[in-house]
């Protein structure tokens, strides 16, 4: 038997990654390191254009850097195919992003389960796991709702719920409450950060907000392409 510690839930190693432009290479990741614990949260604070988001659709295995590499609970991501890649996404990770993304013609309840669907649940278990996630952001009576027909912030518990649904080891978020007023921001803040830490989930959050970025474990920015303390 080994007396190994498992892998952490994500590791970059010397990724990189250019944008190609009209004005020429874009070098965004030069060689950026970042190893989230085990339900470590974990803020990323950075001025606009530095490539927050960029690190985020790296670590989310939704683009490939151009050099360096992603490990996903101890796994090289790089080599896989995208359908490998695809499978890790949807059973190991949960996104968050500023605009809720949910899809406008069906319910609450049914965002959340058809992430579930997706992931080979039976349907009675998935309407089940999405009614408990979404009672628990406090959407009780909100299930039939459809986004349009929902405030702002109900919109982003939802969408919380959703990245929530397949008990990711992982929460990638890129400005989650951005789009909210100052009081709502906060709560819906503080129930992501409850529910990711009653989890063990470990994320990595995206904020210009330095009081969200204060409440986590830690803070980290870019500066020339890697990440750094801040
Ligand atoms: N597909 C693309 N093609 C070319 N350039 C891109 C592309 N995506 C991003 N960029 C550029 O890469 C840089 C980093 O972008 P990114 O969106 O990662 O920054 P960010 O830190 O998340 O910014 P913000 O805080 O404004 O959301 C920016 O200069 C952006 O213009």
Redesign the pocket.
């Given at each position: 038997m080994s007396d190994a510690s498992p892998p952490p839930p994500l590791r970059l190693e010397g990724v990189a990654r250019h944008?190609r432009?009209e004005a020429g290479d874009?070098p965004?990741l030069t060689a950026a390191d970042l190893t989230l614990q085990a339900g470590e949260i974990v803020a990323l604070v950075?001025p606009?254009?530095?490539?927050?988001?960029?690190?985020l659709h790296l670590a989310g295995l939704l683009e490939r850097p151009d050099a360096g590499e992603v490990h996903v609970a101890g796994r090289a991501a790089g080599t896989l195919s995208d359908d490998a890649r695809t499978a890790i996404r949807r059973d190991t990770i949960g996104f968050v992003y500023q605009f809720h993304h949910l899809l406008p013609e069906f319910t609450a309840e049914e965002n959340v389960l058809l992430a579930r669907l997706a992931a080979g649940a039976p349907r009675s278990v998935a309407k089940a796991r999405a009614r408990e996630l979404l009672a628990s952001f406090g959407l009780n009576g909100r299930e039939s709702h459809r986004p349009g027909q929902l405030s702002g912030g109900e919109q982003q518990r939802v969408a919380i719920a959703r990245a929530l649904a397949n008990e990711p080891r992982i929460l990638l978020a890129d400005e989650p409450t951005g789009n909210l007023d100052v009081a709502t921001s906060d709560r819906v803040f503080s129930e992501l950060l409850d529910a990711v830490r009653n989890r063990g989930v470990a994320a990595l959050i995206?904020t210009?907000n330095p009081s969200l970025a204060a409440r986590m474990d830690r803070v980290v920015t870019l500066s020339e392409g890697r990440v750094v303390a801040a």
């Open positions: 944008y432009t874009l965004v950075a606009s254009g530095t490539g927050k988001s960029t690190l995206a210009h």
